[in-house]
């Protein structure tokens, strides 16, 4: 599993529509505003929702599918779904 970027055609870091950056701190973009053709662009509609856990999972075991599959953190709510499955 190649693990590359995504390309935003937008900036992440400009603030919801409607609010305000305060300081160094940036609110995301509220995914229902970008649009659907846009979401489609950058390929982030064609994820089931294990899928993205497993992704998660394996990006946060420093992009190891090994280590998401030895992960020991029972306390994390997407511990059970981290091997792409449904338990």
Excluded: D, Y
């Excluded at 409607?18 to 160094?24: D, K, L, M, V």
């Amino acid at each position: 599993m190649k693990n590359t970027p995504l390309k935003a055609p937008f900036s992440l870091k400009e603030p919801l529509k409607g609010s305000e950056a305060t300081g160094q701190h940036f609110v995301g973009k509220n995914p229902l505003e970008i649009g659907g053709k846009t979401l489609i662009e950058m390929g982030l509609t064609n994820t089931s929702p294990i899928k993205a856990i497993r992704k998660n999972c394996v990006e946060c075991s420093g992009g190891s599918p090994k280590e998401a599959r030895l992960c020991v953190h029972t306390g994390c709510p997407l511990w059970p779904f981290r091997m792409g499955k449904s338990p």
